[in-house]
């Protein structure tokens, strides 16, 4: 696609319900992110992926959040028992090649998760 | 662990002005990169402007420039001519060389353009 893609672009759940958030990469971009941003708040870092590799997941902030790339391409951040401080815009961003995200990344235009 | 610094949550110009947008960073680090994003509403974050530490020349892009300071770990980004859209929210950003390339943001200023 011409740009990454983020589904759905509002999403309002119960607390302690599972909540999924898909990402669709730039087809044939390698290194895929996710970040977490709180309301007023920049980005944070949850996990990084290198085609289907997880290659670095400290920035989960719990077990309940859990993140998948099987084929290298669409990526799906979950979230177990959501909880009303899980309540943030997730964003989705992408790169062409590991090692060139000096050169900037392309964002999606994220998912905004409220927990009621 | 390394933090950057936006100490100004909100900066306002007049159309056609100048404004400079501050940004601090704290690292043990002797190579990474520094970047500027907005974000209008539309939440997508926009890569401004990069600076690698190695330089010592600073960015340019168009309208936008920065100021490196890299012994006193600033990084300010400088928009000429301000136009009504250039009103967004501005991250700062720092990145190490290798790694997970995670990028590392500040909190964000508020840029208003006023008419």
């Known amino acids: 696609g011409a740009g990454v893609s983020q589904s759905p672009r509002y999403k309002v759940a119960k607390r302690g319900q599972d909540v999924a958030l898909r990402c669709d990469p730039i087809?044939?971009?390698?290194?895929l992110f996710w970040y977490q941003q709180a309301l007023g708040q920049g980005p944070e870092f949850l996990t990084y992926?290198?085609?289907?590799?997880?290659?670095?997941k400290s920035g989960l902030p719990s077990d309940r959040f859990f993140a998948e790339r099987p084929e290298g391409s669409v990526s799906t951040l979950k979230i177990q028992r959501t909880q009303q401080e899980d309540s943030a815009v997730y964003l989705c961003?992408?790169?062409?090649?590991?090692?060139?995200?000096?050169?900037?990344?392309?964002f999606g235009s994220g998912t905004r998760l409220t927990v009621v | 662990a390394q933090t950057v610094t936006q100490s100004q949550p909100e900066m306002s110009v007049q159309e056609a002005e100048t404004v400079t947008l501050s940004c601090t960073y704290d690292t043990s680090e002797s190579d990474y990169y520094l970047f500027w994003y907005k974000q209008p509403p539309s939440r997508q974050m926009i890569l401004v402007i990069r600076q690698e530490a190695y330089k010592q020349q600073n960015a340019t892009e168009n309208r936008f420039s920065v100021n490196f300071q890299k012994a006193a770990k600033s990084f300010s980004l400088k928009i000429s001519d301000s136009q009504l859209g250039d009103a967004a929210m501005y991250f700062c950003?720092?990145?190490?060389?290798?790694?997970?390339?995670?990028?590392?943001f500040g909190k964000g200023t508020k840029l208003t353009v006023n008419p």
């Open positions: 087809s044939g971009h390698v290194s």
């Open positions: 950003a720092y990145r190490v060389q290798g790694g997970s390339e995670k990028l590392v």
């Open positions: 961003a992408s790169s062409l090649v590991h090692g060139q995200g000096h050169y900037g990344y392309t």
């Open positions: 992926f290198q085609n289907e590799a997880q290659l670095d």
